[in-house]
Nanobody
Framework: QVQLVESGGGSVQAGGSLRLLCAAS????????MAWFRQAPGKEREFVAH????????YYADSARGRFTISRNNAKNTVYLQMNSLKPEDTAAYYC???????????????????WGQGTQVTVSS
């Protein structure tokens, strides 16, 4: 069965960094676009970053652009999210998602994605 397993979350102080990983199994990883979303308590799940099937194209939410970097290694079936200059407002559960690669159209809403991980918690203190 399909599994997406996130890791790398934790607690850091504002200005710190974390690197999230998402390991995929049960899918042909290179056929899928991948994305990271996050959800804070009481809020809707929101888009963070997207990467196309071969890593050649990335797209970021305004809140992430310039601080976060999404990347992937298709040989390892893994997608990464490097998060720098973290802020308290980045505190949330972070989820990776796999979905069809629509080419020039970037999916930024949860309904564009078929598979989800269980999430990893990121807590940033001031």
């Amino acid at each position: 069965q399909v599994q997406l397993v996130e890791s790398g979350g934790g607690s850091v102080q504002a200005g710190g960094s974390l690197r999230l990983l998402c390991a995929a199994s049960g899918i042909t990883f290179g056929n899928y676009a991948m994305a990271w979303f996050r959800q804070a308590p009481g809020k809707e799940r929101e888009f963070v970053a997207h990467i196309n099937w071969d890593g050649g194209s990335t797209y970021y939410a305004d809140s992430a652009r310039g601080r976060f970097t999404i990347s992937r290694n298709n040989a390892k079936n893994t997608v990464y999210l490097q998060m720098n200059s973290l802020k308290p407002e980045d505190t949330a559960a972070y989820y990776c998602a796999a979905g069809p690669d629509y080419g020039v159209v970037v999916g930024t809403t949860p309904d564009h994605f078929d598979y989800w991980g269980q999430g990893t918690q990121v807590t940033v203190s001031s």
